[in-house]
């Protein structure tokens, strides 16, 4: 079964400042993808980034970036330069190709930006 | 924008009623998930389909059942609705074979069972 585990329920950040969010995952696959998704209190879940298992550079995606190791099972995401926009729900989630797209998800962490 | 839509954005049932939820993928994806978001949860698979059939399903009961249409816009239909059935539904798309499977998802329904 593929789990996904995030620990931080809130985090706390100043505008411009640099935050880090973490996500563990479990899986017995060897060919996997791992995404994050931001959330706001609309609802939508806005695509951020994407890391392939066999991916060998961590992925970025203008001011994100995920920090994968793979052998300690993590893939956090880097949000530099935080803005007031980024506060929101912050979502994990892994796929496996067998299974042909499935996301697990865990249950997020709620960054909230001050000024 | 992801090019995905959803309606209606919201919904208010009694329990025993149906429910039918819509989405229409982005243009040029084959494949269409929906997922179930509880309060306070994050979202739970129910199921997919491709080329109008289902071909992966989350644990979730018959009673949730789905339709995926030629011009790739797709139903979901829950039965006998309970009270747990209160949740966000969302609907991604994606196309098939791609590089990166990424899921491209709608703004959601929210629905709600009195």
């Known amino acids: 079964a593929q789990k996904i585990t995030q620990t931080q329920p809130g985090m706390f950040v100043q505008e411009k400042e640099a935050v880090t969010l973490d996500c563990t995952y479990d899986t017995s696959d060897q060919s996997y993808g791992l995404f994050w998704y931001k959330q706001p209190s609309s609802g939508e879940m806005i695509f951020l980034i994407y890391q392939g298992s066999y991916d060998e550079q961590n992925a970025t995606e203008g001011r994100y970036s995920l920090n994968f190791q793979k052998a300690r099972k993590s893939a956090n995401l880097v949000i530099s330069a935080s803005q007031l926009g980024d506060s929101a729900m912050y979502f994990c989630?892994?796929?496996?190709?067998?299974?042909?797209?499935?996301?697990?998800f865990g249950r997020g962490t709620q960054l909230t930006v001050w000024p | 924008e992801t090019g995905v839509t959803q309606s209606p954005t919201h919904l208010i049932k009694t329990r025993g009623q149906q429910v039918t939820l819509r989405c229409s993928s982005q243009?040029?994806?084959?494949?269409v998930s929906w997922y179930q978001q509880a309060l306070g949860q994050g979202p739970q698979f129910i199921f997919q389909?491709?080329?109008?059939?289902?071909?992966g399903r989350g644990n979730f009961p018959p009673r949730f059942s789905g339709l995926q249409f030629p011009n790739y816009s797709s139903e979901l239909n829950v039965n006998a609705l309970e009270l747990d059935d209160s949740a966000l539904y969302l609907c991604a798309s994606r196309a098939i074979l791609t590089s990166t499977d990424t899921q491209y998802f709608g703004p959601g329904t929210r629905l709600t069972v009195l």
């Open positions: 243009s040029g994806h084959n494949t």
């Open positions: 989630a892994i796929s496996r190709g067998s299974t042909l797209g499935r996301l697990y």
């Open positions: 389909y491709y080329r109008e059939e289902e071909n």
